[in-house]
Every structure is written in structure tokens, then in C-alpha cells.
């Protein structure tokens, strides 16, 4: 284990989103066999006041874990400095068999966080708190993918040795023994470019056609097309884009397709993948406001959030697709073509 500032605070941090949790999970189950709106007995009243601040200490332990995806990624970063053979994040990530895992169930669970923090928005807007029942019943689902996410987290950390030599992306993404070489290897590149295309041309489309119309099967057509473009854009960076950034910044091979890269100029990468998760988070809780809107209480305040999340994810999605044509613009300044081998 590798022992510094940012790997302390951060399993600090998870081992106290996990006792909120537990917490919040218990007071979870009283409030669901317990909660009567219609009922002015001292006991609703107690659970009134017990719900709002489980609701509260949720939501900073949520924020938190959805912050912690960026704080993983950079603290990766920083600690290939510590391990051998490391050049980047993958190759920390790389180190032991947990470091992709964690990546990938926080990727994942980003979206379950955001889900339940825009219910909990939308509950909290409402006199009658007509969602109560609902995002209690979601935390005790949730809750084992939580804990899965802190754990595997807290065991990536603890299992890093810097006596461990590892390989990184420039050796690891050449190889089939890599764990996601079928997609740096083995996935065309042209089927992912014109995958990527699609994919925006699509969601952009329908994000645009909800905010005219405002219609139930253009909200949940976003919200799927929405998620469908941010896994898109997730294997497009391992594919066919990542080499347009790594060959303009830092003037690598083309071959180089690792997605980490672009994070080693902080002031591009990160912004640049902040508005691909803008735009996925965004448009997916489009889709998971929509059947909230049947509560007669939620029906405005509802209505007026999916707006603004609409326009969050067509910011997201539209910087995300204008800063890759850019880059792949300026690739062909440098080598004249936009196609590479």
C-alpha cells in the first residue's frame, strides 16, 4: 500500500459514506414501514423531521461518492509516479485486479447516484413529500452497490505494492492479455466512428425535438439515447479518438490509444470528460423524471426540471462533440488526413 494525502482522505472518505449509509438504510426501513402522510400522530411528525435529515446527510455522502470518481482517477494519475512501469492512470489502474473494477463500478453507479439525488430534488419540492416511500425503497436496492463500489475502492488502495511491476498503456493496449483488449484490439475502428456519430447525430436530435414538444416518448427516447451515447463515447475513446488528442498534445504514435492520456493536460482532459458526464447524467435523468410527473404535486416542478436537464445535456453532449471535432481538425493540420492507421 502506498500511503499518502490523497489515498488517506479518500478511504477516510468512503469509510465515512458507508456508516452514513448503513445509517441512512436503517432509518430507511422504519420510514417505509412507518410513514403515513395522512397521519398527524407525533410519530409522522418524528419521521418528517428524521427523513429530511436522512435526506440531507444522503445527499452529501452521494455527492461525494460521484466526486470521488474524479479524485480516483486523478489519484491513479498522481500514483504512477510511485509504481513501476506506470507512465499514466492506466497503468495504476493496471497494478492489481481492482483498479479497473473500481473504475468501472463507479462509472456505473454515477448514474444510480444521480438518479436518486434528482428524486430526492423533486421529493423535497413537494409539501406532501409524495416520494418518500419511493427513494427509501431505491437506497435499500442501491445499497450492496454502494458498499461494493466503497470496498472495491478501499481494496484497490490497500492491495498497490510499488515492488509490483506493472504495464501500462503503451505495452498493454499492443497485447490480447489485456483486460479490454477486445476493445482497443479487436473492435473496428470504423464500426466505433460511425457508431459515434450516430449515436450523437441521434441523441442531440431528440434532446433538441423534447425541448419543442415536450413529449413522454421523446423524454424517455432521450434519456436511453442519452446513455447510449455516453457508453458509445466511452468505447470511442479506447477505439478510434483518444489518438487525435495524444498525437496533437504530446505528439505520441498513432497506434497510442490509451484515454488517460489526455488527462496528463489537465486543463483539456478534464473539462472534456466533465461534459461527457454532464451530458450522459443530464440526459438519463430526463428519462427518470418522467413517470415522477404523474404526481399531481410534482407535475410543474417536474416538468421545469427535465427542461433544464435537457439543456445541461445537450451542453454536455455538444461540447463533448465540438472539442473531438477540434481536436480531429487540428490532427489533420498536422498530418493531413483525418484517418490514421
Not at 156 to 175: D, E, F, K, M, Q
Not at 206 to 212: D, G
Request: charged share 10%.
Amino acid at each position: 500500500m502506498i500511503l499518502n494525502f490523497w489515498v488517506i482522505s479518500q478511504i477516510l472518505g468512503v469509510a465515512v459514506v458507508l456508516l452514513l449509509s448503513v445509517y441512512a438504510a436503517l432509518q430507511g426501513v422504519r420510514i417505509l414501514r412507518r410513514w403515513n402522510p395522512a397521519s398527524a400522530s407525533e410519530e409522522q411528525l418524528e419521521l418528517e423531521k428524521r427523513t429530511y435529515l436522512v435526506s440531507t446527510l444522503m445527499q452529501y455522502a452521494l455527492a461525494f461518492q460521484m466526486l470521488s470518481l474524479l479524485l480516483f482517477v486523478a489519484t491513479a494519475d498522481y500514483l504512477a509516479s510511485f509504481i513501476s512501469g506506470a507512465m499514466c492512470a492506466f497503468g495504476s489502474l493496471n497494478a492489481n485486479s481492482y483498479g479497473f473494477a473500481t473504475l468501472w463500478i463507479k462509472i456505473l453507479t454515477i448514474f444510480v447516484y444521480s438518479s436518486w439525488l434528482t428524486i430526492n430534488y423533486l421529493d423535497s419540492q413537494a409539501e406532501d413529500y409524495p416520494l418518500v416511500k419511493l427513494k427509501y425503497a431505491l437506497l435499500l436496492l442501491f445499497l450492496p452497490l454502494l458498499i461494493t463500489d466503497i470496498y472495491l475502492e478501499i481494496r484497490y488502495y490497500t492491495s498497490i505494492s510499488p515492488n509490483v511491476i506493472t504495464s501500462c498503456c503503451g505495452s498493454a493496449l499492443r497485447t490480447e492479455t489485456n483486460p479490454y483488449g477486445f476493445v482497443a484490439m479487436n473492435f473496428p475502428t470504423n464500426v466505433a466512428m460511425l457508431a459515434f456519430f450516430i449515436a450523437y447525430a441521434l441523441t442531440l436530435g431528440l434532446l433538441y425535438t423534447y425541448l419543442r414538444r415536450r413529449q413522454r416518448r421523446l423524454a424517455l427516447a432521450s434519456g436511453l439515447a442519452s446513455v447510449a451515447a455516453f457508453a458509445v463515447s466511452l468505447l470511442a475513446m479506447f477505439t478510434f479518438l483518444s489518438p487525435y488528442f495524444n498525437v496533437v498534445l504530446f505528439g505520441l504514435p498513432t497506434q497510442h490509444r490509451c484515454p488517460f492520456e489526455v488527462l496528463r493536460a489537465p486543463t483539456i482532459g478534464y473539462p472534456f470528460y466533465a461534459l461527457l458526464f454532464l451530458g450522459g447524467i443530464s440526459g438519463s435523468a430526463v428519462a427518470v423524471v418522467e413517470p415522477l410527473k404523474a404526481k399531481p404535486s410534482l407535475r410543474n416542478s417536474a416538468a421545469k426540471l427535465q427542461v433544464q436537464l435537457a439543456k445541461l445535456a445537450l451542453l454536455g453532449f455538444g461540447g463533448f462533440l465540438l472539442i473531438s471535432l477540434a481536436f480531429m481538425l487540428l490532427f489533420y493540420s498536422m498530418v493531413g488526413t483525418v484517418f490514421y492507421h
